[in-house]
């Protein structure tokens, strides 16, 4: 089976064909960068229009890169949410009218699981598939969150961000110190050079009870040290050594909510798994060694997408929508695009969460 999928859940517009056997026959992402870059961050309207612009020629592109032809699909699969909501309907009906011209199966794919899927489609290193079940670090600009991967479609939440997810305090204390958009990139390569020992920088929840993540107080931490600094411009060094002090206080509270979670996840599955670690933020480098670190120190294998399958693209989308199709089958045309999808829906309210939960 090879199925087409197409993501359009924010600043992407993204597809690519990917084939049951894991092989990724082509993976087109054209970047909105350039166009949000002067307001510091995501605008919805103009996603929303550029994805409109640019999709058919992004799908046109995917086809050609994979020398197939729509006759050749076994399925259309988009993300139909969660995601700025302008953007998510461009994808999920251009999805349905190639579904419907071509007489196709169409699967909307739930953008959170599709990232979740993600270290299936890549694989170990031993070239499988990563085996259900697996503890599963999701950790975004929207969201940060850890769950039981028990099976495609069955997430069991067990921590999530109480205010900020760790991908928008990276973006916005990158703002804060001029880095400009996207700002985890940035401070990840301005960490490289930095003392990352000379900012007392906070560490919310750690050593808490529970797997729930908080990063507002060290984004507001981070404003308050650079206000303290002597006037003027600030320096290379001072910003380097700030984006390090932030970057090892992040992993810090990461490797402690991971810990604890290690703890349930063998509590429910004594036997088996993982840790994964997916989203945006998992392309940091740093933030992976040290959780290969963790993951070792208790016992488990490790197990990333590559970077370039960890930030939004299509090709998570059409491996989602392929596993979809084998577990359930299609989606209805009538499906209506959400732009909220939680992946444990049954998974209590988390105070102070509100819709990041």
């Excluded at 109480?162 to 973006?171: I, M, Q, R």
């Excluded at 040290?225 to 001072?238: H, I, K, M, N, V």
């Excluded at 199709?325 to 959400?338: I, S, V």
Aim: aromatic content about 6%; glycine content about 10%; overall charge negative.
């Amino acid at each position: 089976m090879i199925v087409l999928g197409i993501e359009t859940s924010c600043d992407e517009t993204a597809a690519a064909v990917v084939a049951a056997d894991r092989r990724i026959l082509s993976n087109i992402v054209l970047s909105q960068l350039e166009a949000h870059e002067p307001y510091g961050g995501v605008v919805p309207e103009i996603a929303a229009r550029a994805h409109v612009e640019a999709v058919d020629g992004v799908v046109a592109q995917a086809m050609s890169e994979a020398g197939i032809t729509f006759s050749d699909l076994g399925g259309v699969a988009a993300t139909g949410g969660p995601g700025l909501i302008g953007g998510v309907m461009v994808g999920v009906m251009t999805a349905k009218a190639i579904a419907l011209a071509e007489a196709k199966p169409f699967v909307a794919v739930n953008h959170l699981e599709a990232h979740a899927l993600t270290a299936r489609l890549s694989g170990t290193a031993s070239g499988e598939a990563v085996a259900f079940p697996y503890l599963l670090l999701l950790v975004s600009g929207g969201h940060c969150q850890l769950l039981i991967v028990e099976g495609v479609g069955s997430y069991r939440r067990i921590g999530t961000t109480v205010d900020d997810a760790l991908g928008e305090a990276f973006d916005k204390s990158a703002k804060l110190m001029g880095l400009g958009y996207p700002g985890g990139p940035q401070v990840e390569a301005r960490a490289r050079d930095g003392d990352d020992g000379r900012f007392p920088l906070p560490r919310p929840m750690r050593g808490r009870d529970g797997c729930d993540f908080s990063f507002s107080g060290l984004k507001t931490k981070v404003r308050q040290t650079l206000e303290a600094l002597p006037p003027g411009p600030f320096s290379d060094r001072d910003i380097a050594d700030l984006c390090a002090s932030f970057q090892r206080a992040a992993a810090e509270v990461l490797e402690d909510r991971c810990a604890n979670a290690i703890e349930a996840f063998r509590a429910h599955c004594p036997e088996a798994g993982a840790l994964v670690v997916a989203g945006g933020v998992a392309a940091n480098a740093y933030l992976r060694d040290r959780l290969t670190a963790l993951a070792a120190a208790h016992g488990l294998p490790f197990h990333a997408p590559p970077a370039y399958l960890c930030t939004d693209n299509g090709a998570m989308v059409a491996w989602a929508g392929l596993e979809q199709l084998r577990r359930r089958g299609a989606d209805k045309l009538e499906f209506k695009p959400r732009p909220r999808w939680p992946l444990d829906p049954n998974a209590p309210p988390a105070a102070f969460a509100g819709v990041k939960a």
